[in-house]
């Protein structure tokens, strides 16, 4: 469906830029005019596209990538990509860390009727005989979580906290290389480890990609890099940086 609207619009420009070419034709009688006016037309949707590649080419070859500068080791991490607890139980499940921390900001998220509202929250898979499964263990859906998220004879604890408590951090965003938002936006994708206590950067990884006008208006990035020279992609694994204790 998608594919046909696109077809059809692609179309519609053409008839319009052919329509032009002849009126300029009838004006002036002169059939370079006319040639000049179809392509004009035709071109105009991908405007950007040429400084738009040279800014996108630019910025692979100076931000994209993947720096790794030191490695820590951590029982767990404040999670600033996620806006609830939706992936944490499987996170917590199938990795080697005893706990998540996230700073839910609204209600959003299947806890977030038992949770406290804004702030940060730590998140722990405990054994079921642990006194602190009692509150979870008291939910109206609590064996149908259980089953959902494969916890077997564990249960999901959390605290709450109006202050981040995690040394570490794994935050995510976006920037515009060289303030490009409003001409030709070239986005850089950003992925972040880093240490609290001390300020210190321990990783990074940084996509590039590159949206014309035309590609904004089908959602679809003109030119996307997410791979580095040797083939790997643009992407590291929070336990590779943040080794579980």
């Known amino acids: 469906m998608i594919g046909l609207m696109i077809l059809g619009a692609g179309l519609l420009w053409f008839g319009i830029a052919f329509g032009a070419g002849i009126g300029v034709y009838r004006v002036t009688g002169k059939r370079w005019l006319q040639v000049a006016a179809i392509v004009f037309v035709v071109w105009l949707p991908f405007w950007d596209v040429i400084p738009g590649y040279y800014l996108y080419q630019k910025a692979v070859r100076e931000v994209a990538g993947v720096r790794i500068h030191q490695t820590a080791n951590a029982q767990g991490y404040l999670d600033l990509t996620q806006p609830d607890c939706n992936s944490c139980w499987t996170d917590l499940r199938d990795s080697g860390y005893t706990f998540l921390e996230v700073h839910r900001t609204g209600a959003t998220g299947v806890l977030f009727r038992f949770e406290q509202g804004a702030g940060y929250y730590t998140y722990r ?3 079921r005989a642990d006194e602190r499964c009692l509150f979870f263990d008291s939910l109206p859906n ?16 959390w605290s709450f906290s109006p202050a981040p408590t995690s040394q570490y951090e794994v935050s995510s965003g976006i920037d515009y290389y060289g303030n490009s938002k409003r001409l030709w936006p070239v986005r850089a994708v950003w992925r972040r480890v880093g240490d609290r206590a001390s300020q210190c950067l321990l990783a990074e990884s940084v996509q590039v990609d590159f949206f014309s006008w035309i590609g904004r208006q089908i959602g679809i990035p003109s030119w996307i890099h997410t ?19």
């Open 125 to 127: 898979l405990l054994p």
């Open 142 to 157: 609590a064996e149908a979580l259980r089953a959902y998220y494969a916890l077997k004879e564990r249960c999901l604890f």
């Open 227 to 245: 791979r580095e020279s040797d083939g790997r992609r643009i992407q590291f694994s929070n336990e590779d940086i943040l080794k579980p204790n």
